[in-house]
Nanobody, 125 residues
Framework: QVQLEESGGGMVQAGDSLRLSCAHS????????MAWFRQAPGKERGFVAA????????HYSDSVRGRFTISRDNSRNTAYLQMNSLKPEDTAVYYC??????????????????WGQGTQVTVSS
């Protein structure tokens, strides 16, 4: 049984940093692309970043590129999202997700079949 659990969210000020973690339970973590999505109040959930199983390919949304860094430690079955230079518009619930086998797109929710419960990030100005 696969479970994903996010941690590391909180309330910070603009310009601060946070690191989110996503702990994966179950087999085969290293075989799967992991991603972060976020959902701001009143908005649809959107793609943030993705990293392949080996970590050799990474994608970012335009809104976070250069400020956020996705990484993973396959020995710890954990994915991370380092968020620097946070802005109020980064306020959202952040979800980690595992991409399903055979998926084509990396930035669409439908390509991910396991999700965590989310962790709240609030950035004040």
């Amino acid at each position: 049984q696969v479970q994903l659990e996010e941690s590391g969210g909180g309330m910070v000020q603009a310009g601060d940093s946070l690191r989110l973690s996503c702990a994966h339970s179950g087999r085969g973590f290293y075989d799967y692309t992991m991603a972060w999505f976020r959902q701001a109040p009143g908005k649809e959930r959107g793609f943030v970043a993705a990293i392949t199983g080996t970590g050799d390919t990474i994608h970012y949304s335009d809104s976070v590129r250069g400020r956020f860094t996705i990484s993973r430690d396959n020995s710890r079955n954990t994915a991370y999202l380092q968020m620097n230079s946070l802005k109020p518009e980064d306020t959202a619930v952040y979800y980690c997700a595992r991409r399903r086998t055979g998926a084509y797109y990396y930035n669409l929710e439908k390509e991910y079949n396991y999700w965590g419960q989310g962790t709240q990030v609030t950035v004040s100005s």
